[in-house]
Every structure is written in C-alpha cells, then in structure tokens.
C-alpha cells in the first residue's frame, strides 16, 4: 500500500450513517480507519473496500495517546459518535459535549486538513432537553479547538437500517394501534445517502470552514402524518394514537430502567420542539445535493414489514 495515500479517520463508523460514509471514502481512494468499540462487528466494514484499505480500529478517544494513535497521519476526520439517551448520569455531557472537543484538540494537533461533526438539529444551549444541549456543547467546543471544522446537523435521517421507520412499522405489526407522542411535532427526514453525501461535500468544498449546516429532505411533516404514509406504505389499517403526557412520562420512566429504552424522559423534552431546517441556515442544497424523496426510498425498505412479506406489491388489509 502506497503510504502517502490519504488517510480518513472516522469515528462512528460503524453506525448507521457511518457505514455510508465508509463506502463514499473507500470509493474515492482513502484510507479509511474506522475507530469503533467493536472492531469484529465493523469488520463488514471491509468488504466496501480494497483489502488493508478499510481498517477497523478499537481506540478509546478520551485516552490521550489512544487518540493520538488513532488520528495519525490523518488527512480528514469525520466524527459521528454520539448516543439517544443515557445509560449513566452525564454521558451526554461525556460523550456529546466533551469528547468532540478532544476529537478537534487531536486534529489541530495532529494537522488534520478537515474536520466534520455531525450533530443534530435541536442542537441548542438553550433546549429544554440535555441532549440538546450537550449538542449545542459539543459543536462550540469543536469549532473553538478546529475553528475551520464544518458542522452538519441532520434531522430525523432515514434509511434501510434506520431506528424510525423500521421500529414504528414493526410496532405496526403486532399492535391493534400505533401510540405516539408529539403527533403535531414536525420532521424533516433526510436519506441517510444524502448525509454522506453532504459529509463528502464538507471535505470537498472549499466554502464550508467554520459553517453549520441543517440538513433536510424536500418535505416537513408532522409525526402523525409520517406515520400515516407508513402505515399505507406497509398496507395495514392501524388508529395513530396520541399517548396522554402524563401517561408518556410515566411509562418513559419506567423505560429509562431498560438497558435501550424506546422513550425517555429527555426525549419528550426533545418531541416538544419541531426538528426542521431554520430559516436562513443553509442545508442540502448549498452543499450541491438534490434531496432524495422518502416516498422514493421508504417504499423499498419497508417491504418486508406489508402483509405477505415483499411478495405482494399491494398486500391484503
């Protein structure tokens, strides 16, 4: 292997949005060190590239010399980690506030020509939700280590692997009715392929230091009407249902004792905000992207989830 070939550094790579990002490096010749906590589950990684060019590592990025090790050599750095709720007390804090910090510490240090951070919209100091604002933490520690770093901030992403759609549609399977919170909350779902997409134009472009962008699909939706296009889409008649607050914070409590708990207390917070693109800010298409459609993608996925399987186009109520 030719060691003057760009190196690309991702952290989270092995996640949902990562393994796209992974497969669009590996296709423009990089090098592309995954550093993830299980290096044998990202081996699958490997296949989207050259042998030796896809390289899973496990490194501890809050160890100093761990975090060195990991960004060596590094031309680009792209950070996804980041979590939807806490196993302990402060980890948002940890792992969305303080440890993309240290990430942009590690990158100006070790010369690293791009940096980008993939938050989240609701990324805000002033949320209601912690985990806003750990978001909100996190980007300014980011840009005040690696002030030409871009920040992306995705809002609901979808795609074949995604933990929205599929789960919603799964519940759909077994349940009479479809209980939710938040029905007249507002999404903007972005392809998970737009994403990475837009990752690669944050490495590419030259217009793109120290800019935040918002990133959206072509079409705002409430939750209750996303759920109904779901719902047509897997062909099954089920009532959407608005949980009562009081009983969605009773049962988000007593989820929050599960070790991944489908609804927490902070998520509330967070589903009492709309999580669409803000006037102004710029997002997909100062990028260079066209956004992808959902009723385009969502059809595709969600087949196995309709009546009779992906056998029947138009499957029995």
């Known amino acids: 292997m030719n060691a003057r070939r760009r190196v ?23 090098v592309v060190r995954v550093i993830t906590r299980d290096p044998e589950g990202a081996r699958p990684l490997m296949t989207q590239g050259l042998v030796g060019q896809i390289v ?40 969305h506030g ?25 990324a805000d100091a002033t949320s209601p939700s912690l985990y806003g604002r750990s978001k909100a933490e ?11 770093a871009t920040i992306l901030r995705p809002s609901i ?40 997409d837009a990752v690669m134009a944050a490495l590419d472009r030259e217009d793109v230091f120290g800019r935040t962008y918002e990133l959206g699909g072509p079409r705002v939706a409430t939750f209750k009407a996303l759920m109904e296009e779901m719902l047509e889409v897997v062909g099954r008649r089920r009532r959407v249902v608005e949980l009562p607050r009081g009983l969605a914070e009773f049962q ?30 710029p997002g997909l298409h100062e990028l260079g992207i066209e956004p992808t459609t959902l009723e385009s993608i969502l059809p595709v996925y969600l087949a196995r989830f309709r009546v009779g399987g992906e056998r029947k186009t138009r499957p029995a109520l």
Do not use: H
């Open 157 to 196: 992403v979808f795609g074949r692997e995604d933990a929205f759609f599929n789960r919603f549609a799964g519940m759909a399977r077994l349940l009479p009715v479809l209980p939710i919170v938040g029905s007249n909350t507002r999404f903007q779902p972005v392809y998970v392929g737009d994403v990475a």
């Open 138 to 148: 996190g980007e300014a520690a980011v840009l005040a280590a690696f002030p030409r």
């Open 56 to 95: 899973p590592l496990a490194a501890d990025p809050f160890d100093d010399l761990a975090l060195a090790r990991a960004l060596e050599d590094a031309t680009v750095v792209v950070n996804l980690i980041g979590i939807l709720f806490e196993r302990r007390e402060g980890d948002f804090a940890r792992v």
């Open 252 to 281: 988000a409590k007593v989820f929050e004792r599960l070790p991944n708990p489908p609804l927490t207390r902070d998520q509330l917070l967070l589903l009492g905000r709309d999580n669409v693109v803000g006037d102004g800010m």
């Open 8 to 30: 690309a550094v991702v952290f989270g790579g092995s996640g949902f949005i990562g393994q796209y990002v992974v497969q669009r490096l590996a296709r423009r010749d990089y």
């Open 98 to 122: 303080a440890l993309p910090g240290r990430i942009a510490e590690g990158c100006a240090k070790a010369g690293v020509q791009r940096l980008v951070q993939v938050s989240a919209i609701g």
